[in-house]
């Protein structure tokens, strides 16, 4: 593989990895069968083989009702794996990228606190925070199986697709960018408004998304998510409207 210094994702096979490494096709990816970042050894031979690159951590456990019943899995993951890969980077020099997300604004469960405590294995590399749907995403999910889908009216909200999370990412590493960036949409919505538009543009029917002020069942979610896209901007990138974004990506899925 040469001496030349290499791009690796770290959570290849997750979401947000498979996005990123086909923005980035000269990438190297690694997921759970070939790496455990919960062992510092594992990180280590990571940014090694790096030569000293960029590490690009997306790995996470995601589902929040397994971090509500797994707390140890999940410190081990989220916490003790981003601070061993954030160590193997500081020791060899690397530039290191974590993803953090939305959700750290307002910590109401497991999932958010330990990505909150992740946030700080970046000591001199790149933490962005963000929000992103997909294919698979539960509202989709549901609203494509004309399941009646209650969403909340309050909060605000600023969702990207995976893949423009994905390039925007990317276009902040080619600038060398270090720090706190937030990642999200130009203007926010509440899950209403975006599982309205969602309805409005696949043609399915309106009576599908119930408008409630407040979600009684499952694990407490944070309502209020805004993210601050001032420091995007300040590296010269400007996200999408969420509704461009979105009109975008059905476009695909249908
Ligand atoms: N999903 C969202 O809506 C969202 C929103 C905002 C921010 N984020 C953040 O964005 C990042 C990527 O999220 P995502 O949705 O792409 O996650 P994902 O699809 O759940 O992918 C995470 C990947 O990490 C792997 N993994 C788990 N434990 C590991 C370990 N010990 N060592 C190595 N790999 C391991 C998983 O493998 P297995 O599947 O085999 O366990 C999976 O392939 C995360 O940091 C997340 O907190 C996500």
Known sequence: MGN?????????????GKALSKVIPESIGFDKDTVDITKYDDARKIVELSNS???INTVAITNV??????????WNVNVIGAYNLGKACKD???YFVHISTDYVKNPTNVYAWT??????????????????????????????NNEKTELITEGF??????????KIIYQLI???????????????????EFGKRIVMNLGLSDNLVVPVDNIKEGVLKPIERSL?????LFWGIIPPRWEKDLDDFLKNLK
């Open 4 to 16: 030349s210094k290499k791009i690796v994702i770290v959570g290849s096979e997750g979401r947000l």
């Open 53 to 55: 690159g960029i590490i």
């Open 65 to 74: 009702d397994e971090c509500e019943k797994d707390f140890e899995k999940a």
């Open 92 to 94: 060899n020099n690397a």
């Open 115 to 144: 990505k909150r405590f992740s946030e700080s294995s970046v000591v001199d590399g790149l933490l962005i925070r963000t929000t992103f749907y997909f294919a698979s995403h539960w509202l989709f999910q549901k609203l494509l």
């Open 157 to 166: 909200w600023q969702p990207l697709s995976v893949n423009t999370v994905a």
């Open 174 to 192: 080619q600038r060398n960018a270090k720090g706190i960036v937030e990642v999200g949409s130009f203007n926010h919505c509440s899950m209403y």
């Open 228 to 232: 601050s896209i001032d420091t995007l």
